[in-house]
């Protein structure tokens, strides 16, 4: 289950070479509008002062971090603008790998499938605990399998790829194992804007000095290649993985933290809204016309992702690329998301085309 | 001499609470302008359709890279952007130290600050080799101290803090060091379109196995904050780096590396040229005066720096505050950069106000 560095690029390449038309929906790549104050943010910055243009602090600037730690009820201090929620998985789960306190993390699988590459790279082992293809993880695994081996253990919420959105009841749990094992609960929430069921409840509910919540603007403000988002730690760890930071990046960039700040201060809840109106939308367009055809998919509670599967059609790479090819529809081999959804195949709602993807696959599997 | 994370963040926050007029010398932050077709850039961003919101390519967009490569000789799957010379550095490095050819890391007494932290992290032992305050690295202390356990050379020419340019011939020969002793030569450049000498030589005029340049835009186009780097790889070291890349930032900021493309595209040399005669210039007014004021410096062949002592004042901290309240002169302590430099200061040129400085600086400690 080690990740494939080249597999979403593989996909994405075989679509694009495709012959014919090819329905994408293989990225998490928002297709709708970005707020319009980013846009504008952009321009504004095209005309400051030439000292603009130079380091922001390491840990980003100053206006962004404090808005952030408004909206989250954290201090100032506890907050990192990092590139992305993937700088900032990288520092939470090396902070909690580096205390001393273990070498093993534990993932779920099904799991993002960046995960298990940074958890090598930072020379830890994964421990995989299921929570099969509905993605809901019961608690009393993860107490199971959790030890004083345990450094960390890393949850996504909504989840990429089942959709499941934990109850607060199983992330306080998750919280307080954390607590128990000297471990560090690492919830990435890059999804929070997404959910669609109402349930959704971030580790930052629990104040605990082992949880580091991570977050982003990429998929909330549709902003995917601008690389802005945040990780949030408790007081003890936050100067390492300041360090952590500078060493690495040094710093993020500028133009595109300024352009976040005006996206917040300016962004009505409507635009959320809107959004949150046109997944769900399409999660049931899509949905509808799998349950029309008998197919078997999850219904997802939050994020922009429905695991699919079809008899005789396993979650491989070469399913995908036969549907590709012959059904005219991509999107990504479960197998690429562990064990437990190598049956199923993940299908990104990044399109308004998703009900014609549905029967496209509904005909083609007939 | 480990890399200490607040210590310019210190000097900084020092010099902006200081009481009275300061002249702010401590970072290597231009004061000049960036090239209009940047700030053209960002405003042509704010336009752009949706999609290119989106992730860019993992290892940067296409023509950034293409230009890049042409202008640099090199292959374009060689290149990889990223965040700014620092992750260029960092991914080098761990590059260097994970092919389980050595864990040792030459690097040159002074030395840039972020290189031992960078080797630290990375579960390297850093060896120094001494070069002097005069910066010039003499190839034969280097061979000496390179061995089987060498898994990196880490250089930067011109050089900060000394302003050392190495010649042709050091470059050379530390490329064949490397060669010889199964290990990588990591050339940091950032600096080149500073070379005040005429002699700057890039380690890529050696096609070689055992190198890798590392280089940004944040110097040569004055935007330090945007975040635009690159280093270029051997094709047999290039895809491990591209994966560490992705595990740590997935991609950098692709309006930054836009406006940067569209800078290189239209900036003439002009602009780099205007630049090098305000440098040249202001080196001439800052060591005419420490000149006349009978103060010892180190005159730089590139780069942004000035290294001075002042007999009484050692390069320490406790001298640098001293300097900043009495004075009115914000530099770096040399002690920053290695034990040869701790007799020294640090004053970076990035302000119209240097003349001054030396004459504030030569009548205090006079």
Redesign the interface.
């Known amino acids: 289950m080690e990740?494939e560095?080249p597999l979403f690029?593989h996909v994405m390449g075989y679509a694009a070479d495709a012959e014919g038309d090819v329905i994408d929906m293989v990225?998490g790549?928002?297709?709708?509008?970005?707020p319009e104050s980013l846009?504008?943010g952009?321009?504004e910055?095209?005309?400051f002062d030439?000292?603009?243009?130079?380091?922001?602090?390491?840990e980003g600037i100053r206006p962004l971090r404090e808005e952030i730690a408004a909206r989250r009820g954290v201090g100032v201090s506890q907050v990192v603008l990092t590139?992305?929620a993937?700088?900032a998985n990288?520092l939470a789960m090396a902070r909690a790998l580096e205390r001393g306190a273990g070498s093993e993390v534990i993932l779920t699988d099904p799991v993002y499938s960046?995960y298990p590459?940074?958890t090598t790279?930072l020379g830890g082992r994964a421990h995989y605990v299921s929570a099969g293809a509905d993605g809901q993880l019961d608690p009393s695994v993860v107490r199971a399998a959790a030890s004083e081996d345990t450094a960390a253990i890393v949850v996504n919420t909504p989840n990429n790829p089942t959709g499941a959105v934990y109850p607060e009841a199983t992330v306080h749990e998750l919280v307080e194992i954390a607590e128990t094992n000297d471990a560090i609960l690492v919830s990435d929430e890059v999804y929070d804007h997404y959910d669609l069921s109402g349930t959704f409840t971030s580790a930052l509910s629990v104040d605990s000095a082992h949880r580091i919540v991570t977050n982003a603007f990429s998929k909330s403000l549709?902003?995917?290649?601008?690389?802005?988002g945040y990780a949030i730690f408790p007081p003890h760890l936050v100067d390492d993985a300041?360090?952590?930071h500078?060493?690495?990046?040094?710093?993020?960039?500028?133009?595109?933290q300024y352009?976040v700040l005006r996206a917040l201060q300016e962004t009505d809840p409507a635009y959320h809204e809107a959004n949150r109106d046109l997944l769900r939308e399409r999660v049931d367009l899509f949905t509808g016309a799998l349950e029309s055809a008998g197919a078997d998919y999850v219904e997802p509670d939050g994020a922009f992702y429905v695991l699919a599967r079809f008899d005789g059609y396993p979650g491989t790479l070469e399913t995908v690329e036969q549907l590709i090819d012959q059904a005219g529809v991509a999107g990504m081999p479960g197998s690429a998301f562990g064990e437990s959804a190598s049956s199923w195949l993940r299908f990104a709602l990044v399109t308004p085309r998703v009900e014609e993807a549905a029967d496209r696959l509904a005909e083609y599997v007939a």
């Open positions: 990740y560095t690029f990225s790549n928002p297709d709708w509008e970005p846009r504008e952009l321009r910055y095209a005309d030439a000292d603009r243009f130079q380091y922001p602090p390491s590139n992305g993937g700088e990288y960046y590459g940074k790279m549709a902003i995917t290649g601008f690389r802005v300041k360090s952590r500078m060493l690495v990046n040094v710093a993020g960039s500028r133009p595109a352009a």
